[in-house]
């Protein structure tokens, strides 16, 4: 038998019809169930904001208290040294606790608060630089800081940096700036020529998170880095998976060749360090060692100690 598709089977016989009073009730009833979504997608949305306005004036209350600290996470090099140390900012906030970076930086970004946050973080490293070069045991020291992409965009990024160094008085090489590949993106000529103003006091750059971007390579020649930083992605994975290896190990080969110094970060096993010296990445940072620490625990780590020769076999 063939169905001619012109005929509705059933749609005639009125035990099947829904009656037009039902038929209103299931359309009143879909709108209402869209309505209650809609609601509750404000309600969230709402929430959320009012939990983005209530961070954003912690913040701004933060910077004024001065509440913000910085903890310093020892870099060290292939004789087991800690050559330099990377400012991590921290927030312990009276009723929030400990509000962890990745919660308030990009909120920070989007606002526009990172450029007072990051000034501070600035001058902040540069007051701790001048006290390590002001005493014998720790005037080796470098210090790493990173620079948000607002902050760097900003127009008086040059100048207010190079104001920072002369009133700290330390020496501007001691200072290296970490940037990371999405700021290199737009503005290439800004970007760099920001860069070169910068690295002409003597200040040095590295490139964070490297290989977690898109364009990895060509940023090695086009920008004037100094660094390189292993994203600790790679370090995590290196162990387990083939190919990840092979990247990490052309990423050092490539940074040798361009003159780059390579640090791995993410460094928490003596297997990872162990891969890491062999395929000659010289400099190391991560949990292995050191997490960061605050400045007593940092000057206490610093301290020669029998327990840490264990380090490097
Ligand atoms: P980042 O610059 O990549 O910093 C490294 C992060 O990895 C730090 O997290 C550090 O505590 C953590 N880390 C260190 N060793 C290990 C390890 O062995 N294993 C693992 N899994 N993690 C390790 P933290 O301090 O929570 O900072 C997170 C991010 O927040 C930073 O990532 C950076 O992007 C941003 N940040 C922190 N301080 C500042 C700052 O002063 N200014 C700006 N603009 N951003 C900052
Ligand atoms: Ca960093
Ligand atoms: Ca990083």
Redesign the pocket.
Known sequence: MSLDPNTSIGFHDPKLVIPASAAEIGAWSNTLIAMGELVFIVVIMNADLSVRRTMDVEMRKAIANGDFQ??Y?PQINEAGRVVSA?????WRHAKMGNV???KF?PLA?ETGL?VP??NW?LRAACAQLAQWEAQQHTQHLTMA????AS?FRQPDFVQTVSEIIRLSGVTPSKLKL?L?ESMFIDNVDATVAKMIALKAIGISWSL??FGTGYSSLSVLNRFPLGQI?I??SF??DMLTNARNMVVTQAIIELAGKLNLQVIA????TREQLNRLREVGCLNY????FS??LDIDAFGTFLLPAPSKSKTFS
């Open positions: 910085l903890h996470q990377e400012a991590l900012i921290r962890p970076p990745v930086i970004e990172i946050i990051g973080v800081v990173n620079v948000s902050q970490e990371t964070d998170d930083k994203d600790k370090v995590r970060e993410g460094v928490e940072q991560g949990y292995f997490p960061p």
